[in-house]
């Protein structure tokens, strides 16, 4: 709700800047957009009612969500026609679900590392950019051993990583 806000008085304050004139409500027009929208806006309640009602778990909802999505898409707007066109958004789904999975491993990794290597965790972006103002630009691509806090070395030893 707190998103929702915000985003309406960000459009409101653009409007006011930009001098966009207000579009009237016409009321022959609001029923139109709801009978054609009135299966979709079946989507969430299904899903809310579901999951509060405790009828399906998270996993259960979200796949059925993709499959009525796919039946609104296919079925009743008859956006997508063919088989091929199916296939292309299974494809593009694939894409965007495996991007994500990336970022979400390398954070894992990273989450990882800093709980098992001591020093990361002493290492902050804040410590490095004041070791850089104190010894200046030119130090970042020297060759010297770079210190924590702690006058160790960052590099990590065997020690390290069986903790």
Known sequence: MLLLTML????????????????????????PAFRGAAFDLLLPIGILAGLIGGYLTATE??????????????????RIRSAGAVIEQFRETAVLVGSL??????????????????????????????????????????????????STPIRPTAAAWRR
């Open 61 to 78: 909802a979200a796949s059925g969500a993709a499959a009525y999505a796919l039946l609104l898409e296919t079925v009743i707007h008859r």
């Open 101 to 150: 999975l990336i970022i979400l491993f390398v954070a894992v990794g990273l989450t990882n590392l800093m709980q098992k290597w001591p020093r990361a965790r002493s290492i902050t972006t804040t410590e490095i950019g004041r070791s850089l103002a104190r010894s200046g630009p030119v130090s970042a691509y020297s060759t010297r051993t770079t210190r924590t806090r702690f």
């Open 8 to 31: 309406f008085l960000y459009s409101v304050a653009i409007a006011r800047k930009h001098q966009i004139a207000k579009a009237p409500l016409v009321w022959n027009e609001v029923i």
